[in-house]
């Protein structure tokens, strides 16, 4: 059974093309001109993936993104954008986006990335399902619920999958290429800030009342979970 993605651009050329790409790949794709219909077509029937534009008329990239999050889909997002500043990236995947492709791109690149997601996604939904700890850091697999203590913490989908990875490792210490592997399906490479940016985000999320610190950086090296 092929993978159904969903594929919102506003620019018809680069739509029509892309679908084309992404059919002879096997993929069913469905064309989404502007965020309103590709929310629209999400309600109607979730997708495996979606592959979506920043800008876009009506409803943008990131506001789509927010949306599906705020209202607790996991389904994989891969943004497109010209975009491609720190602060630009930051926001992408901070709004819930998985990935983040700068345009212009080699289309093998964006189909190695698609890949890349629905195998990450593929093995969270395969995973076993209890309850993970470490100290006082709980994780519920299942429901994708976290808590230090008693106080509750809302991870974003991606910053779950990275605290999964580390406390699955603990105490070990995690290199970054294993953590891209773990977590995004591929290495960005050593110039790659993606995962010290979601690095920052667990920590001061994990340290929000106080708490002791749990993610440890091991300079050189990698990070670790672990209570000392």
Same mark, same amino acid.
């Given at each position: 059974?092929?993978?159904?993605?969903?594929?919102?651009?506003?620019?018809?050329?680069?739509?029509?093309?892309?679908?084309?790409?992404?059919?002879?790949?096997?993929?069913?794709?469905?064309?989404?001109?502007?965020?309103?219909?590709?929310?629209?077509?999400?309600?109607?029937?979730?997708?495996?993936?979606?592959?979506?534009?920043?800008?876009?008329?009506?409803?943008?990239?990131?506001?789509?993104?927010?949306?599906?999050?705020?209202?607790?889909?996991?389904?994989?997002?891969?943004?497109?954008?010209?975009?491609?500043?720190?602060?630009?990236?930051?926001?992408?995947?901070?709004?819930?986006?998985?990935?983040?492709?700068?345009?212009?791109?080699?289309?093998?690149?964006? @189909? =190695?990335?698609?890949?890349?997601?629905? %195998? #990450?996604?593929?093995?969270? /939904?395969?995973? $076993?399902?209890?309850?993970?700890? +470490?100290?006082?850091?709980?994780?519920?697999?299942?429901?994708?619920?976290?808590?230090?203590?008693?106080?509750?913490?809302?991870?974003?989908?991606?910053?779950?999958?990275?605290?999964?990875?580390?406390?699955?490792?603990?105490?070990?210490?995690?290199?970054?290429?294993?953590?891209?592997?773990?977590?995004?399906?591929?290495?960005?490479?050593?110039?790659?800030?993606? @995962? =010290?940016?979601?690095?920052?985000?667990? %920590? #001061?999320?994990?340290?929000? /009342?106080?708490? $002791?610190?749990?993610?440890?950086? +091991?300079?050189?090296?990698?990070?670790?979970?672990?209570?000392?």
């Amino acid at each position: 059974m092929s993978h159904r993605l969903l594929l919102a651009e506003d620019d018809r050329s680069v739509r029509t093309s892309l679908a084309r790409a992404l059919e002879l790949e096997g993929y069913a794709v469905e064309l989404a001109e502007n965020g309103e219909v590709a929310m629209a077509a999400f309600n109607a029937a979730e997708p495996d993936l979606i592959v979506s534009d920043w800008m876009m008329p009506y409803l943008d990239g990131i506001t789509l993104c927010q949306r599906l999050r705020s209202r607790g889909s996991h389904v994989p997002i891969l943004m497109l954008t010209a975009r491609t500043e720190l602060g630009d990236r930051v926001a992408a995947l901070d709004a819930g986006a998985d990935d983040f492709l700068p345009k212009p791109f080699a289309l093998d690149e964006l @189909l =190695a990335r698609i890949r890349a997601l629905l %195998r #990450r996604s593929s093995y969270s /939904d395969d995973a $076993p399902k209890s309850d993970v700890v +470490v100290g006082d850091l709980r994780l519920d697999l299942g429901a994708r619920r976290a808590w230090r203590g008693d106080r509750e913490i809302s991870f974003t989908k991606t910053e779950f999958d990275l605290v999964e990875a580390l406390i699955r490792q603990s105490p070990t210490v995690c290199t970054p290429s294993m953590l891209y592997e773990m977590v995004w399906g591929y290495d960005f490479g050593p110039e790659s800030k993606t @995962l =010290a940016v979601f690095i920052g985000y667990v %920590r #001061r999320k994990l340290e929000a /009342d106080g708490e $002791p610190a749990i993610l440890h950086t +091991v300079r050189g090296v990698g990070y670790s979970l672990r209570t000392n």
